[in-house]
């Protein structure tokens, strides 16, 4: 699978971003999915995961509130909606995926695909 995420910009604090992370190659419908993010000089951090179906996500206490994970998986693609924007939240955001497991890991070592991340600013 490849992933393609897209979406990112320079915000001001509080305001909206909406992410997507757009899949190709075949359906992801059978993955577990992911968002995280790395700012500059740390390490990838967990953001958001979601099961096949949608029926369990899974966020990092840093984001949850404020963020929602989601997924079509008719279209492919799946998403991060991003509300009360905070300086410390600009970092690259990248989605990956893991097929096979109904676990959803905060590891980033877990995950077997990874698309080419987006940048995200939010200035203060």
């Known amino acids: 699978v490849q992933l393609q995420a897209s979406g990112g910009g320079l915000v001001q604090a509080g305001d909206s971003l909406r992410l997507s992370c757009a899949a190709s190659?075949?359906?992801?419908?059978?993955?577990?999915m992911s968002w995280f993010r790395q700012a500059p000089g740390q390490e990838r951090e967990f953001v958001a995961a979601?099961?096949?179906?949608?029926?369990?996500?899974y966020y990092a206490d840093s984001v949850k509130g404020r963020f929602t994970i989601s997924r079509d998986n008719v279209k492919n693609t799946m998403y991060l909606q991003m509300n009360s924007l905070k300086p410390e939240d600009t970092a690259v955001y990248y989605c990956?995926?893991?097929?096979?497991?109904?676990?959803?890991?905060?590891?980033?070592?877990?995950?077997?695909?990874w698309g080419q991340g987006t940048l995200v600013t939010v200035s203060s």
């Open positions: 979601i099961t096949q179906n949608a029926n369990i996500l």
């Open positions: 190659g075949r359906t992801f419908s059978s993955d577990v």
């Open positions: 990956a995926g893991r097929p096979a497991t109904s676990t959803l890991y905060a590891n980033p070592s877990r995950y077997d695909y």
